[in-house]
């Protein structure tokens, strides 16, 4: 994975929430997805409360609506077994993903982000961990290769300020829910349309 | 298109709203799709307003929540164009589209209903017609080849009350969205969904 994009080469952002069970389906497969097509990609941790609340919601969609919940849950299912990926739902949802994103806010550089956060994924929707405590985040920097002191980073001034940045900048680009997409301007929300983010930036390589 | 199953294989339902712009992506490929699958196909229209105002929304979800709008025409653009359908954003949305549905409601079992159903996406979608007047619903009917005498029965008590069970159901059996795919009691949202929906039919199959 490459964290910028090479010069003349189009670049994916991909914007996720810790919390979002979609933003699982494509952060386990949008690294091997864009390296396959040839686009550079660049990960982008976000929270999608305070854009949530503008709309009036003060929980996940999935909580405020029921009816919408009960086939998310059965879609995640669906879906996980499409894609080979683990999936056990969590007993708390939505989770706190707050440190988890301040952490991978830190590291944004760091060429072990994607497996970080890949883990902090399957803890939250394969292992019924709770992504909120440290022991959580020790076991995902470990497992992604990264040394454990990361960890005091999440709690660093520029993280919290990255963060905040960040989800203002998704509210200022359009973003509403999680996992989107970004080529340039061109906004692509859900992990069913990952496909056509990439074929958008393959097009716009020109 | 048969409009009940063969007795010894699946029914894909096909339940859609005229107002509703995924409704019309999915509505102008579903017959050729389950053809293809060797899937029954059945159309069961309904009206989302009644579904909607449960959550609290007196209009569509796109024009109370702006910033999910601004994102659907693009996409509606950008998916239009995947498919090779002709694209026109209308000037009304959403539509009303109560006649229309309850002269589908009459049709039910017509072999015209689902070239009708096109015809009248058509006009909401690509050519800039009010579905709402009696003179978009006859060359409707007309480019389906079917007897004008239809449109009569859009305002009978019988398909009036056929309406209203089929949203009715539509609740009763978690829909909160269209398009939606019914197989049996399994639910997909959404015209990117109907691949799914299919190859559960066909694996339904046994």
Not at 3 to 28: H, K, R
Not at 46 to 60: I, M, T, V
Not at 181 to 192: A, I, P, S
């Amino acid at each position: 994975m490459s964290p910028t994009p090479a010069s003349d080469g189009p670049l994916l952002e991909f914007w996720f929430e810790f919390a979002s069970t979609y933003s699982y389906l494509a952060a386990m497969r949008v690294e091997d997805a864009a390296e396959r097509e040839g686009v550079a990609l660049r990960f982008r941790p976000f929270l999608l409360g305070p854009l949530f609340r503008e709309f009036g919601w003060n929980d996940s969609p999935f909580n405020v609506y029921p009816v919408k919940g009960r086939y998310m849950w059965r879609d995640m299912e669906r879906r996980c077994a499409r894609y080979g990926l683990p999936f056990a739902r969590p007993e708390i949802f939505p989770q706190n993903g707050l440190a988890a994103a301040r952490l991978a806010c830190a590291a944004e550089a760091e060429p072990w982000l994607p497996a970080f956060v890949r883990a902090v994924y399957r803890a939250n929707f394969a292992e019924g961990r709770d992504i909120s405590v440290e022991s959580t985040l020790e076991a995902a920097l470990a497992s992604a290769g990264a040394d454990a002191g990361w960890l005091a980073r999440s709690s660093d001034d520029a993280a919290k300020r990255r963060l905040r940045e960040s989800t203002d900048e998704a509210a200022r680009r359009g973003l509403f829910g999680a996992p989107s997409f970004l080529v340039g301007d061109e906004l692509f929300w859900g992990d069913d349309r990952l496909e056509d983010a990439l074929a958008f930036a393959t097009r716009s390589r020109g």
